[in-house]
């Protein structure tokens, strides 16, 4: 009896240590090996989880820039002080991206005759899928707040009817730009404050009558721009940021008042009491 039980102990010792010697081979086979690289990166970044670099978050944005699948830079959220934490990690020179921010192109739905009262749902998913949506223009912020809702950093509000971007606290990471279903809101240059404020590519003549401050593709702004960075393509003024120097020019011969300074426009809703903070 005694014989059988040391042979089972025994059986079940060799067993136990073969055992224990496939799994400690398969951990070494099988293991993951995790640059410790990536905990730096991850704890130098916002983990807002923005996804403005194109990735899911910033564990994901962090595994790609090791695997040389994102650039030290694509962190938007982050800015130039993240690049170069990261590019320090790395060993690499930082090449810090021009910071963009966001920028409703609309001066407001409340200026736009409507053509029906909405009574819907109140978001602007919801409201342009409604017989094209209640304001008779088709490019016009609907100002029900989806992009509101949709930024993490607080850097959007609503102002009479339409969104107002704070440029001192957007990211430029891009989801509001994603979020917005009249596709009114892209990302420009940060140090470029001069804008036009209209999205409309109706005629003017149209554009006169259903809309207060709507652009009319008068060229007079292309007209008298002296450094030909404005110009008017499908009825609608646009602005060439890499020739562009702000000076105004155009701003002062609009003659609808919708090329402006987002820098003097926000300092005045600051002093208003107007802009979020």
Do not use: W
Not at 73 to 78: D, E, S, V
Not at 171 to 176: D, F, L, P, S
Not at 264 to 276: I, L, M, Q, T
């Amino acid at each position: 009896m005694l014989e059988m039980v040391l042979k089972a102990a025994l059986t079940l010792g060799a067993l136990a240590l073969l055992i224990g010697g496939l799994l400690a081979v398969a951990s070494r086979v099988f293991a993951i090996h995790v640059d410790e690289r990536v905990g730096k990166i991850e704890e130098i970044l916002p983990h807002a989880n923005c996804g403005g670099c194109g990735f899911a978050g910033c564990t994901a944005y962090a595994n790609a820039v090791i695997r040389g699948d994102a650039a030290p830079n694509a962190c938007t959220a982050g800015g130039p002080a993240v690049a170069q934490g990261i590019a320090k990690i790395l060993g690499v020179e930082a090449d810090t991206r021009e910071r963009r921010v966001a920028h409703v192109y609309c001066s407001g739905g409340n200026l736009t005759a409507h053509r029906f009262n909405y009574t819907g749902v109140q978001t602007c998913y919801a409201a342009s899928r409604t017989a094209g949506g209640p304001v008779e223009c088709s490019f016009a912020c609907l100002g029900y707040g989806d992009c509101v809702q949709t930024c993490q950093f607080n850097a959007i509000y609503l102002k009479d009817g339409h969104a107002i971007v704070n440029r001192d606290l957007c990211t430029g990471c891009g989801k509001c730009v994603a979020g917005c279903p009249r596709k009114t809101i892209a990302l420009i240059p940060a140090n470029k404050p001069i804008s036009v404020n209209c999205s409309s590519r109706d005629r003017g003549a149209y554009v006169r009558g259903m809309c207060e401050v709507g652009c009319i593709g008068c060229k007079i702004c292309e007209k008298k721009c002296p450094h030909d960075a404005i110009h008017v393509e499908n009825n609608l003024a646009r602005i060439d940021y890499d020739k562009c120097t702000a000076c105004g020019a155009c701003m002062e011969a609009c003659p609808r008042g919708i090329i402006r300074n987002e820098e003097n426009f926000f300092v005045v809703a600051k002093r208003d009491g107007s802009a979020n903070s």
